[in-house]
């Protein structure tokens, strides 16, 4: 029997280790699509999740998909809900489970990987938040041209959320920012 469990992450790791957790407790992951998780019963703690942001397109990257699967790793498919187009960014977040039976799992084993993959993440966040800076500033300066119209009252509805939705994604990448300031000092330490 399946199991869907709505739940919305905003940092990777915690839904990695939650991931884990439902496996602990017998859920296995069949599926997943934008905070939405469908789970089937299995043994407990049959499976390690890993979650990766991929730097191209899953097409793009069916050499390194084909080299997890002879890891022994799979790769845990994405549905999308009904009436909703996955976007590019939500394509090439992928979700890797293996046996827990196979031994330890880890997609990143040095220093240098793991930099990568946060500055893939950081650059991401940057650039949604670049975006939505530009759209709601260039709302906002239409506002101050036409205030002898009513639609300079849209601009301003529409150019501040906007405006708030990049300052959230310039917060989400902080953090993001700091792992990889601390990864390359102990990289620096280490050498």
């Known amino acids: 029997m399946s199991q869907v469990v709505r739940k919305y992450f905003i940092d990777f790791e915690k839904e ?3 991931l884990n957790e439902m496996s602990a ?3 296995a992951l069949v599926e997943y699509s934008w905070a939405r998780y469908v789970f089937e019963e299995s043994a407990k703690g049959e499976y390690i ?3 990766e942001l991929l730097e191209k397109d899953p097409k ?3 050499d390194y998909l084909q080299f997890m699967e002879e890891t022994g790793a799979e790769r845990v498919p994405a549905g999308a809900p009904a009436k909703a187009k996955r976007t590019l960014i939500n394509q090439r977040w992928v979700i890797f489970r293996r046996k827990a039976s196979e031994g330890p799992f880890q997609i990143y ?3 240098d990987s793991k930099i990568k993959h946060y500055q893939r ?4 966040y940057l650039s949604l938040a670049l975006l939505e800076l530009i759209i709601g500033s260039f709302n906002i300066m239409l506002m101050m041209l036409n205030t002898s119209s009513n639609i300079y009252k849209i601009n301003l509805i529409v ?3 906007v405006i708030i939705l990049g300052l959230f994604f310039v917060w989400l990448s902080l953090p993001v920012r700091r792992k990889i300031i601390r990864l390359k000092n102990e990289k ?3 050498e």
């Open 16 to 18: 990695e280790a939650w």
């Open 109 to 111: 084993s040095d220093t």
């Open 188 to 190: 620096l330490i280490r």
């Open 25 to 27: 407790k017998g859920l």
């Open 121 to 124: 993440i950081h650059n991401v």
């Open 159 to 161: 150019g501040v959320p």
């Open 49 to 51: 999740y890993r979650l």
């Open 60 to 62: 793009e990257e069916s």
